[in-house]
């Protein structure tokens, strides 16, 4: 359904629209299904996985990346996306958390009726769901640190790779 929708956004001719409707329907007739919940490109991977069969029973399912036919309560799927340029950010269920990759500023507005970033829902949470989201951030932080240090040291082949681990 994803690519489905950006085809018909990138295509201007309606003709060609109607005729990649009805193949679309077609082919995905028994796949409809929409999931109200954060996720990323990186979860791709694991998801075709999962449908495929490859390997047999799917991936193991830690570190970043969920495959998105698992089921998985509303709000507990998390989604890392780190820009080092500007802010990085953990969206979980309709809630985005900013903040910085040194400084202990954080920001959570409401994905759906915050679209302009303008509220700080942060010192609304309760303490418990304040920790939780510290937790998350430094998790998040780890994640940047696993992949900004190989791209920094220029070592992209798996024979030097095995010292990051």
Known sequence: ???YRCCVATLGNIEKRDRLKKTTNYET??????????AEQYDILNTLADIT??????????GVGRSLKRKIPFGERVAFANDPGY????VRGHQRLRYDDVLDSMFVHDTESDHFIEKD??????????AEWKRLREYGR????????????????ASCRK???
């Open 1 to 3: 359904m994803f690519f």
């Open 29 to 38: 007739r028994g796949l409809r299904l929409v999931i109200d919940d954060a």
């Open 53 to 62: 069969g490859v390997p047999e029973g799917g991936f193991v399912q830690h």
């Open 87 to 90: 802010k990085m950010s953990i």
């Open 121 to 130: 829902l942060y010192p609304e949470i309760l303490p418990k769901e304040q």
């Open 142 to 157: 780890k994640i940047t640190a696993y992949y900004k240090k190989p791209w920094d040291e220029k070592c992209f082949l």
């Open 163 to 165: 010292n990051y681990r």
